[in-house]
C-alpha cells in the first residue's frame, strides 16, 4: 500500500514536532488500527516512525502500519511492545499533551492496562474529534 510514513510528513513539516491536537489523533486513530491488528491475532513488532503512517488510498486522515515483516502471533507481551512502542513513536513526532501523558502513566504503572481503556482516555478528551484535520491536511 502506498502511502508517507510520519517520518516523512515530520520531515515536510521541516522537522517540527506536530501540534497538541494532532498528537490526540495519532493516538488516537494508531491505537484503533492496533487494535484491529491485534484482534486478527497479530503482534506488529515493528512500531516505529517509518512504519507508521497515512496511506494515499484509504480514507482521509487514517493512519496505517506498514511493513509487516518482523509481525509475529499476538500474546501478552508482544501487545504490549507495540503499545509501548506506539506511545514512543507517538512522542517523536509530536508535542507532548494531556492525553499522551496520561496514556503513557496509565500504561507504565497498570500492567492491565488495554488498548480499548487508551482509545477511550483520548476520546474523552475535551474537545476531541477525531474527524478532525491532522497538521499535514491543513497544508494542503
Do not use: Y
Not at 500500500?1 to 515536510?12: D, F
Not at 490526540?24 to 488500527?33: E, G, K, Q, Y
Not at 497515512?54 to 502471533?73: E, L
Amino acid at each position: 500500500m502506498e502511502g508517507q510514513s510520519l517520518c516523512e510528513l515530520k520531515s515536510q513539516n521541516n522537522s517540527k514536532k506536530f501540534s497538541k491536537e494532532t498528537t490526540s489523533l495519532i493516538l488516537f486513530h494508531s491505537l484503533v488500527a492496533l487494535k484491529a491488528i491485534h484482534k486478527a491475532g497479530i503482534a506488529h513488532g515493528d512500531v516505529t516512525i517509518m512504519n507508521l503512517g497515512v496511506s494515499k488510498s484509504v480514507g482521509k486522515g487514517r493512519i496505517i502500519f506498514f511493513d509487516f515483516g518482523c509481525s509475529i502471533p499476538l500474546n501478552p507481551v508482544s501487545a504490549r511492545r507495540d503499545v509501548s512502542s506506539l506511545l514512543m513513536v507517538t512522542s517523536l513526532v509530536s508535542v507532548e499533551n494531556k492525553s499522551l501523558n496520561d496514556c503513557r502513566d496509565e500504561f507504565e504503572n497498570n500492567p492491565g492496562t488495554t488498548v480499548e481503556m487508551l482509545i477511550e482516555m483520548v476520546s474523552e478528551e475535551t474537545m476531541f474529534d477525531p474527524e478532525s484535520p491532522f497538521d499535514w491536511e491543513q497544508l494542503d
